[in-house]
């Protein structure tokens, strides 16, 4: 992996805009994005209809190779959350104090992983309970920057929540 490599979870029912806008905005800032499923070299379809194959298998990543992971919405974290492999991931990124950037949904995967205890968080309003019962501070903001952690509750949020990550990756965050 190149030493400047950002994971994204993926599985069927992904949010479309919240896994591509993140993955071809890293690419313009010059990181090289995984995309892992279930599957290497499985197509997922989006909740709206939009494909993407996966770059690998979650079975064969290794939280070392990678500077953080992106955990998007839609409907893919119920399936992904009860992945004990993407848990360990999450919490070897926990561990290391590497990016954990959720957007909507995608902080499902973040409170199965037990890592939110004590973090500010944001997200879609329908976890909201899910994320205060995890031991988070929920906040409505279109961003929310609390250490390693970024959190953002849409695809509206996109644009704030990219700055987030990107400040994050490049050590530039409180």
Same mark, same amino acid.
């Given at each position: 992996?190149?030493? *400047?490599? @950002?994971?994204?979870?993926?599985? %069927?029912?992904?949010?479309?805009?919240?896994?591509?806008?993140? /993955?071809?905005? =890293?690419?313009?800032?010059?990181?090289?994005?995984?995309?892992?499923?279930?599957?290497?070299?499985?197509?997922?379809?989006?909740?709206?209809?939009? +494909?993407?194959?996966? %770059?690998?298998?979650?079975?064969?990543?290794?939280?070392?190779?990678? =500077?953080?992971?992106?955990?998007?919405? #839609?409907?893919?974290? &119920?399936?992904?959350?009860? &992945?004990?492999? @993407?848990? $360990?991931?999450?919490?070897?990124?926990?561990?290391?104090?590497? !990016?954990?950037?959720?957007?909507?949904?995608? #902080?499902?995967?973040?409170?199965?992983?037990?890592?939110?205890?004590?973090?500010?968080?944001?997200?879609?309003?329908?976890? *909201?309970? &899910?994320?205060?019962?995890? #031991?988070?501070?929920?906040?409505?903001?279109?961003? @929310?920057? %609390?250490?390693?952690?970024?959190?953002? $509750?849409? +695809? %509206? &949020? =996109? +644009?704030?929540?990219?700055?987030?990550?990107?400040?994050? !990756?490049? #050590? /530039?965050?409180?």
């Amino acid at each position: 992996m190149a030493e *400047k490599s @950002v994971l994204i979870f993926i599985e %069927d029912a992904y949010e479309d805009m919240e896994l591509m806008y993140p /993955k071809y905005r =890293l690419q313009e800032a010059g990181y090289q994005v995984v995309v892992a499923g279930p599957k290497a070299g499985n197509k997922y379809i989006g909740k709206h209809g939009y +494909p993407c194959m996966s %770059d690998a298998a979650i079975a064969d990543m290794k939280s070392d190779n990678f =500077l953080g992971v992106i955990l998007v919405g #839609g409907w893919a974290p &119920d399936k992904l959350r009860r &992945d004990i492999r @993407v848990k $360990r991931l999450i919490g070897e990124f926990h561990q290391s104090g590497k !990016l954990i950037a959720a957007i909507c949904h995608g #902080g499902w995967m973040a409170i199965s992983s037990c890592v939110y205890s004590g973090v500010r968080v944001t997200g879609s309003l329908g976890i *909201k309970d &899910d994320l205060i019962n995890a #031991g988070a501070f929920f906040e409505s903001a279109p961003v @929310v920057i %609390d250490r390693n952690f970024v959190s953002s $509750r849409n +695809p %509206d &949020d =996109l +644009p704030e929540f990219m700055k987030g990550v990107l400040q994050v !990756l490049e #050590g /530039k965050s409180k």
